[in-house]
């Protein structure tokens, strides 16, 4: 009889003890969720970019020598800004006073000055030619009721570019991270960014370093930054100044969207403005103030067809000296009789090759 007791005991603890077993595993889970839910960032690995495909233009012959480069500039322009056997490759767009992009312009209603000095032009091209493209996406706790309409934004924007574009999303509040590695597809893209929520402060200028840094392992030569944020950088180790030789240093062309507060109560959403439109005009891209977030979608439309419709001006500088230096480059429009006042936004200059 004590025996029967004692094995129907053990039973019952076995039993029970499975069940606390199961309540346990399953309060520390639920734990790991809200958790996660609280540090977007928090548990994001970035791993390291993949190997890029090998595609038929790498069997292609590299064409090389001035002569041969720029007979052959028009068709192999997948550059921005680049000195390669003393070949600068100029990306550039034209809008008019209503901001609209302007097209069908020719190689003779531009002039180009390098350094303050006249140059000849040796090539002339509007092709859409395939972009490394990187989305930096506030996620500080300011963006929570802007986050749904700026998500759709950045989906509108991938789904209009290139199909043959690579993009990836550096996601920041306290802290960058790459949220989404190198991809082609919009699907993953949504895919992640619906599983974050915005929280936190501001590292902006540690998120657009990130960025342009991850673009050195870009697929293409041509490169992009789209930065999508409200306000001003709050917490960020790199300073403004680091950023800014960053920036010059790189060959990246950056457009941002701004969804700023009319009364910013803060000195760094006060200035949030400024820094980026600085960022985007010393590379030849725009930045886009937002005042109703019913507009983004459209906004995020019309910057990716502007990368899609680029005009790109190629010359050999006349007096180039391979000193390091800091070149400065200046377009000019000649516009055909009867267009209203035309602006044209392209890069401010580029270092020298070095010896």
Same mark, same amino acid.
């Not at 989404?180 to 370093?209: F, G, H, Q």
């Not at 009319?262 to 886009?288: I, K, N, S, V, W």
């Not at 180039?320 to 044209?344: I, Q």
């Given at each position: 009889?004590?025996?029967?007791?004692?094995?129907?005991?053990?039973?019952?603890?076995?039993?029970?003890?499975?069940?606390?077993?199961?309540?346990?595993?399953?309060?520390?889970?639920?734990?790991?969720?809200?958790?996660?839910?609280?540090?977007?960032?928090?548990?994001?690995?970035?791993?390291?970019?993949?190997?890029?495909?090998?595609?038929?233009?790498?069997?292609?012959?590299?064409?090389?020598?001035?002569?041969?480069?720029?007979?052959?500039?028009?068709?192999?322009? #997948?550059? %921005?800004?680049? *000195?390669? @056997?003393?070949?600068?490759?100029?990306?550039?767009? $034209?809008?008019?006073? &209503?901001?609209? =992009?302007?097209?069908?312009?020719?190689?003779?209603?531009?002039?180009?000055?390098?350094?303050?000095?006249?140059?000849?032009?040796?090539?002339?091209?509007?092709?859409?030619?395939?972009?490394?493209?990187?989305?930096?996406?506030?996620?500080?706790?300011?963006?929570?009721?802007?986050?749904?309409?700026?998500?759709?934004?950045?989906?509108?924007?991938?789904?209009?570019?290139?199909?043959?574009?690579?993009?990836?999303?550096?996601?920041? #509040?306290? %802290?960058?991270? *790459?949220? @989404?590695?190198?991809?082609?597809?919009?699907?993953? $893209?949504?895919?992640? &960014?619906?599983? =974050?929520?915005?929280?936190?402060?501001?590292?902006?200028?540690?998120?657009?370093?990130?960025?342009?840094?991850?673009?050195?392992?870009?697929?293409?030569?041509?490169?992009?930054?789209?930065?999508?944020?409200?306000?001003?950088?709050?917490?960020?180790?790199?300073?403004?100044?680091?950023?800014?030789?960053?920036?010059?240093?790189?060959?990246?062309?950056?457009?941002?969207?701004?969804?700023?507060?009319?009364?910013?109560?803060?000195?760094?959403?006060?200035?949030?403005?400024?820094?980026?439109?600085?960022?985007?005009?010393?590379?030849?891209?725009?930045?886009?103030?937002?005042?109703?977030?019913?507009?983004?979608?459209?906004?995020?439309?019309?910057?990716?067809?502007?990368?899609?419709?680029?005009?790109?001006?190629?010359?050999?500088?006349?007096?180039?000296?391979?000193?390091?230096?800091?070149?400065?480059?200046?377009?000019?429009?000649?516009?055909?009789?009867?267009?209203?006042?035309?602006?044209?936004?392209?890069?401010?200059?580029?270092?020298?090759?070095?010896?």
């Amino acid at each position: 009889m004590r025996d029967t007791l004692q094995v129907r005991r053990w039973r019952l603890i076995q039993r029970f003890g499975w069940a606390l077993v199961v309540v346990m595993f399953c309060a520390v889970s639920w734990v790991g969720v809200g958790w996660a839910q609280e540090n977007p960032l928090g548990q994001v690995q970035t791993q390291a970019p993949p190997a890029p495909k090998k595609t038929a233009e790498d069997s292609k012959p590299v064409i090389e020598g001035a002569a041969n480069v720029v007979a052959h500039a028009t068709s192999n322009r #997948n550059a %921005r800004i680049r *000195v390669d @056997v003393n070949l600068v490759l100029v990306p550039a767009t $034209v809008t008019d006073p &209503m901001n609209r =992009l302007v097209t069908g312009l020719e190689k003779e209603n531009f002039q180009v000055f390098d350094d303050n000095v006249g140059q000849v032009i040796k090539s002339f091209s509007t092709e859409d030619a395939p972009v490394s493209i990187g989305v930096v996406f506030d996620l500080s706790g300011s963006m929570s009721s802007k986050f749904m309409r700026s998500q759709k934004a950045l989906t509108e924007f991938l789904r209009t570019s290139n199909p043959k574009d690579e993009f990836f999303v550096v996601g920041f #509040n306290d %802290r960058p991270a *790459v949220i @989404v590695d190198y991809t082609s597809e919009v699907d993953d $893209v949504e895919a992640r &960014m619906v599983m =974050l929520k915005p929280e936190k402060r501001t590292a902006l200028i540690d998120a657009v370093y990130l960025a342009v840094n991850k673009l050195k392992d870009a697929k293409y030569e041509r490169k992009a930054l789209l930065i999508i944020s409200d306000g001003g950088d709050n917490r960020s180790r790199y300073t403004e100044g680091e950023l800014r030789r960053a920036v010059r240093e790189s060959d990246v062309q950056i457009y941002a969207i701004g969804i700023f507060d009319m009364y910013a109560p803060t000195p760094e959403e006060q200035l949030g403005p400024l820094l980026l439109a600085d960022m985007c005009d010393a590379t030849g891209g725009r930045m886009f103030r937002v005042t109703d977030v019913a507009d983004l979608g459209d906004i995020a439309t019309r910057i990716s067809a502007e990368l899609r419709n680029e005009y790109v001006i190629g010359y050999t500088p006349s007096q180039m000296k391979t000193n390091g230096n800091w070149r400065k480059l200046k377009l000019r429009l000649l516009p055909p009789p009867g267009l209203p006042p035309l602006t044209v936004h392209n890069r401010q200059g580029y270092y020298a090759p070095s010896e």
